[in-house]
């Protein structure tokens, strides 16, 4: 009996040991299509035997599975999914040119980044007045910083404005509001992070192009998949390209055969930032605007982006800029309200969009060109800010939208986007109320319109 007890006792712990020590495997399921069928993937898990409690789950409650043989972690059916997704995209990457061994490298292990769709999701969240962001893009710390970065590469930035027409403050300026001057420039796995917006985000066809552009950066052998990290939103480098954009624009201007933007030297980065823009229509030696003043009895009408005219129309009718003078001929422009009537006013040239074509928002274009302004030496802004209004929040910026085409003053589209298009809404319904039709789209015309 105690011979029996023995044995049974020995093969209890050879049973016990062999159910508590790790598989060779992983037990993440593998993505798999039918063969010779449309039908979508099925799951086909590692070879491994598996008690049934472990099987592939029908609910959608999180089953425990062992990760590299050491930690305990969830299989949900959105990994599930997320897997199905990658091995459709897998297709889809080789099928627009990208080598299978690429893929399936720079895809092997990836899984869904929550803290990316985190920051899609509350992006609107993040409302802030232009005049803010100002103190921020044009604080007296990045301007001195500004000052002191553009010292230190001042060869560097003059041959690139040599080479390519643009000037040496505005690549300096778009290098300090992308990445404080290569000092943040991101730490996000790009190829993650683009698959999980390409899966699960907002824009997923805009992102799943994206991915393959990626995959082509590394196809072409410019960065390695671990050293290709930026933002959460997929934007890389000192400038913050974008895959696609980096495709397009990106030069090798230093000479060694790669077009490294993700290195400590920024020479190739701001050599394509120069590309980029040279691309899109930079003038050289165009002002990206000009701070004016505004005669008595100005025609607000005449204001907005959507109107153009020469640099003459505006002195006849009285504008001048800050401090006297005439407003020189750099060709077509606009004058610009970007807080209302009472706030600063500018005439902007081509080259304002031309910085929209990197970035679209007002706020950028204004914060790239006063920083650059600040960094060659210029002053702030002579007119004030309405500091005592409020940013409207992104549900309002709907309604005002909703509201204003309700009352017959169509935006176009709904979209939460204050353009051009919402702006001269706003200002044919400030014309129609006897109010200065400034296009301003602050929280009184919306209260006004609620009304």
């Given at each position: 009996m105690k011979i029996l007890l023995a044995v049974i006792g020995v093969l209890l712990l050879w049973v016990s040991a062999g159910l508590a020590s790790p598989p060779d495997n992983s037990l993440r399921p593998l993505m798999r299509p039918v063969e010779g069928s449309d039908l979508p993937p099925v799951i086909e898990l590692?070879?491994?035997?598996?008690?049934?409690?472990?099987?592939?789950?029908?609910?959608?409650?999180?089953?425990?599975?062992?990760?590299d043989g050491r930690n305990v972690v969830p299989v949900t059916t959105q990994t599930i999914a997320f897997q199905a997704w990658l091995e459709g995209f897998a297709d889809r990457a080789v099928a627009a040119g990208i080598s299978r061994a690429i893929v399936e490298q720079a895809l092997d292990g990836i899984?869904?980044?929550?803290?990316?769709?985190?920051?899609?999701?509350?992006?609107?969240?993040?409302?802030?007045?232009?005049?803010?962001?100002?103190?921020?893009?044009?604080?007296?710390?990045?301007?001195?910083?500004?000052?002191?970065?553009f010292a230190r590469y001042r060869s560097l930035l003059a041959e690139i404005e040599r080479d390519y027409g643009v000037e040496a403050e505005i690549v300096a300026a778009i290098w300090g509001l992308e990445s404080t001057y290569g000092t943040f420039r991101g730490d996000t796995p790009i190829i993650e992070?683009?698959?999980?917006l390409a899966h699960d985000g907002r824009r997923q066809d805009f992102f799943e192009e994206q991915l393959i552009a990626?995959?082509?950066?590394?196809?072409?052998?410019?960065?390695?998949?671990?050293?290709?990290?930026?933002?959460?939103?997929?934007?890389?480098?000192?400038?913050?390209?974008?895959?696609?954009?980096?495709?397009?624009?990106?030069?090798?201007?230093?000479?060694?055969?790669?077009?490294?933007?993700?290195s400590d030297d920024p020479t190739d980065a701001l050599a394509s930032t120069a590309a980029y823009l040279a691309a899109n229509g930079w003038t050289a030696g165009q002002p990206w605007a000009l701070?004016?003043?505004?005669?008595?009895?100005?025609?607000?009408?005449?204001?907005?982006e959507l109107i153009k005219q020469p640099a003459a129309y505006w002195n006849r009718l009285g504008v001048r800029l800050v401090g006297g003078g005439r407003i020189p001929d750099y060709g077509?422009?606009?004058?610009?309200?970007?807080?209302?009537?009472?706030?600063?006013?500018?005439?902007i040239f081509d080259n304002f969009h031309v910085i929209e074509s990197y970035n679209p928002a007002d706020a950028y274009v204004i914060g790239v060109g006063h920083l650059a302004d600040r960094i060659a030496g210029g002053g702030p802004f002579r007119g004030g800010w309405p500091r005592g209004d409020r940013a409207l929040t992104n549900e309002e910026r709907f309604e005002l939208q909703r509201r204003l085409t309700a009352a017959g003053f169509s935006t176009?589209?709904?979209?939460?986007?204050?353009?051009p298009l919402t702006i001269q809404a706003v200002r044919e319904y400030q014309a129609a109320e006897g109010l200065v039709p400034d296009g301003y789209a602050s929280e009184a015309i919306l209260r006004r319109l609620r009304s």
């Open positions: 590692a070879a491994v035997s598996l008690p049934s409690t472990l099987a592939v789950p029908e609910s959608r409650r999180p089953v425990q599975r062992v990760a899984e869904p980044n929550e803290r990316v769709l985190e920051r899609d999701a509350n992006q609107s969240e993040f409302t802030r007045t232009l005049w803010d962001y100002l103190d921020s893009a044009a604080s007296a710390a990045r301007i001195e910083n500004g000052r002191e970065a992070a683009m698959a999980t990626a995959l082509r950066i590394l196809q072409d052998g410019d960065v390695r998949a671990t050293q290709m990290r930026g933002s959460w939103a997929g934007a890389m480098g000192h400038t913050q390209f974008m895959p696609s954009s980096y495709l397009d624009h990106a030069v090798d201007h230093d000479g060694n055969g790669r077009r490294n933007i993700w701070e004016v003043e505004l005669p008595d009895g100005f025609d607000f009408a005449e204001s907005g077509p422009s606009s004058i610009l309200l970007p807080a209302g009537h009472e706030a600063v006013a500018l005439v176009e589209r709904i979209d939460g986007i204050i353009g």
